[in-house]
């Protein structure tokens, strides 16, 4: 019992042979989690989760850094959130370099080529309005970036997907957060009705 792709869909068994999977797990045990029901390259999942992972590292200094340097009398609002954000980027982090190792990668956060590697740059400092603006930007960075990569896991791969689609479900509160402080300190919409 397993698989036939001559048999239609609906007719094929729920679960292959339990000897089969014992026998498959088995034969090749040095692969992890990685089973043969695995539809990408791992080697290619690993190198895209990668950049994911440089993209949060950067993320997480930059936020940290203008939680600290951030000044003027309504910066206590706007720090708070930027450390609120680090600590989300931090998580993010964490998942993905969990999911590289799962993968048989090893997570890559040498800091060596880092920003090379990230789809957003390290913005320090300036003035408050300048870190809001190049936070959101980067936000709006990783919302394109996750949604791609959200597209290419797809069905091939749903764990890493459903990691993807919550790690993106936060960049999109990040963003509008973003926004938002930034309608405030400029004192004008920027959304159009």
Do not use: W
Not at 79 to 103: C, S, T, V, W, Y
Request: proline share 3%; with cysteine.
């Amino acid at each position: 019992m397993g698989y036939d792709s001559a048999m239609p869909a609906d007719k094929q068994p729920f679960l292959s042979d339990v000897k089969v999977l014992r026998r498959r797990a088995q034969e090749a045990i040095e692969k992890g989690a990685v089973t043969a029901s695995y539809g990408l390259d791992a080697a290619r999942a690993v190198e895209i989760l990668q950049s994911a992972l440089a993209t949060e590292i950067v993320c997480i200094l930059r936020y940290t850094a203008n939680a600290v340097t951030a000044a003027g009398i309504n910066s206590a609002e706007v720090k708070k959130e930027f450390e609120e954000h680090a600590g989300d980027e931090l998580e993010h982090m964490n998942a993905i370099a969990e999911r590289i190792n799962q993968l048989g990668g090893v997570p890559d956060m040498n800091p060596d080529g880092l920003l090379g590697r990230a789809h957003s740059q390290y913005f320090g400092s300036g003035t408050l309005v300048d870190m809001i603006k190049e936070n959101l930007i980067a936000e709006r960075i990783a919302i394109e970036s996750y949604t791609e990569m959200i597209r290419f896991f797809g069905d091939k791969d749903p764990t890493t997907r459903v990691m993807l689609e919550k790690i993106l479900a936060q960049e999109e509160e990040h963003a509008n957060d973003m926004h938002d402080l930034l309608v405030a300190h400029e004192g004008r919409p920027m959304l159009r009705s």
